[in-house]
């Protein structure tokens, strides 16, 4: 038994959700520890864009500042139909003057992690216990028991509460013995970064390529000429062929762009599925672990984030005394709704969109309503304020906390 307190909170999975939250406790004054079965945050190419809605969370955790001198903010968006050229731009400028945080930011997930994994250092209530795989979880009336293995052997931890962050495959999950209910859709894709500056070619910082053979969404990941392009294909086709195939559909969607290097690519499955609960006593879900969506559109990570804004200061309430549990009730059945209701909604109608329409007729009824987004400024706001839907912070904490108590 190396750590035993039923204050302390135990979080499974530094992805950036689990590294977040611990940040969250950690500040709050609770004593959290975070079991990481990999050796160091993983950098495979994942989330890169982050809704204007979501950056006041990360000023409130300390993060923002570096994560925009580390990434950068943008406004711009753009829609192209590959078979006709047409195109559509619009500016998160019309946020300027409503919002603290007109713009998004990108930046590679991993990066986020690692800028939080620094802060978190800071606090000597926080530890981050990688090559730590967590394989069963055991509660009671007054703790929740953690069995793992590490690299020196089988390891326990106990503490009070546990957070299940470990990502779409989640063992803790499966542990409580919870469905992820939904469904897989069934093409594969493919997210690569490449060093081509893609706006010599006409593509904003975001991009969005509508067709159902060659759409893409193209974003800008860094200050150089790192981009992201994200395409489908047939999941039956050789993994080890890829970067042959991807070379080919670059060279139809930017075919005067002749030279370009591969810095990381990888295949995966998209998903829209939810835990059938998000609170199982003292075992709380958040962010994949709790619910996966294709992230056409960019609400994955960012379903996450609003999860962890609201977790961290109603856990802390708990933990501390000045809320009772049923606040966290509120957490789980708040952030369940609105996947369902908003997120997988949203993100669903971006795929169909994007890659999934050959009707020509659906295809110019698309382009219509993004003209109009695009024309029509109370229309685009309205739009805009699709992600700060996506909260449940004011919802669980002004119900539950009095003022003077967040934190
Ligand atoms: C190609 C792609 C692009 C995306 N783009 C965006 C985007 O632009 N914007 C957006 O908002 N979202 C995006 N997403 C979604 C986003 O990547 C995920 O929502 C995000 O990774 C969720 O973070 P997480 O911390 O919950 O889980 P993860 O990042 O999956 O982290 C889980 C962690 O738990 C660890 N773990 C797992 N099991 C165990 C165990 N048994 N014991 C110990 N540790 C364990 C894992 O090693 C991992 O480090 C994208 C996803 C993909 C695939």
Not at 332 to 350: G, K, M, T
Not at 355 to 374: C, E, G, N, V, Y
């Amino acid at each position: 038994m190396i750590m035993s307190s039923a204050k302390a909170v135990t979080i499974v999975g530094a992805g950036p959700v689990g590294l977040l939250a611990a940040l969250g406790l950690a500040k709050s004054g609770i004593a959290v520890n975070v079991l990481e079965r990999a050796k160091g945050v993983i950098s495979s190419p994942r989330a890169i864009a982050y809704h204007w809605s979501c950056l006041e969370g990360l000023s409130e955790l300390g993060l923002l500042e570096e994560a925009l001198q580390v990434g950068f903010s943008k406004q711009d968006y753009c829609y192209i139909e590959y078979l006709t050229g047409d195109r559509i731009e619009y500016s998160l400028d019309v946020l300027e003057g409503r919002t603290k945080f007109p713009y998004n930011l990108h930046l590679g997930q991993h990066l986020l992690a690692e800028i939080a994994l620094r802060k978190l250092a800071a606090y000597p209530n926080a530890a981050v216990h990688w090559g730590v795989n967590v394989t069963d979880i055991t509660q009671d009336a007054e703790g929740v028991s953690v069995q793992a293995v590490g690299p020196s052997g089988e390891l326990e931890f106990r503490s009070g509460w546990l957070v299940g962050a470990d990502g779409a495959g989640s063992t803790v999950r499966s542990k409580l013995g919870l469905e992820f209910e939904g469904i897989t859709w069934p093409k594969r894709f493919v997210a690569a970064n490449l060093y081509l500056d893609f706006s010599k070619y006409g593509f904003a910082r975001s991009t969005f390529l509508i067709d159902s053979t060659f759409g893409a969404i193209i974003v800008k990941l860094d200050r150089n000429d790192l981009w992201r392009c994200t395409y489908s294909e047939d999941v039956n086709l050789p993994e080890e062929s890829i970067p042959e195939r991807m070379r080919e559909f670059l060279g139809v969607i930017v075919p005067d762009a002749k030279d370009y290097k591969l810095d990381a690519y990888s295949p995966y499955r998209m998903h829209q599925r939810a835990a059938t609960k998000f609170r199982v006593g003292r075992v709380l879900l958040a962010g994949d672990a709790a619910h996966a969506t294709n992230p056409s559109g960019g609400y994955g990570l960012v379903g996450g984030l609003f999860d962890v804004y609201a977790l961290y200061k109603a856990l802390a309430a708990v933990v501390q005394g000045r809320a009772g549990d049923e606040l966290l009730d509120r957490y789980a059945e708040d952030r369940r709704r609105v996947f369902l209701e908003i997120v997988s909604p949203a993100a669903s109608e971006n795929k169909r969109m994007i890659f999934d329409t050959s009707d020509p007729a659906q295809r110019a009824a698309d382009m219509a309503k993004i003209r109009h987004l695009a024309a029509d400024k109370a229309t685009l706001l309205e739009r805009l304020m699709l992600t700060s839907r996506m909260s449940s912070e004011p919802l669980a904490l002004s119900a539950m906390l009095p003022q003077s108590e967040t934190i």
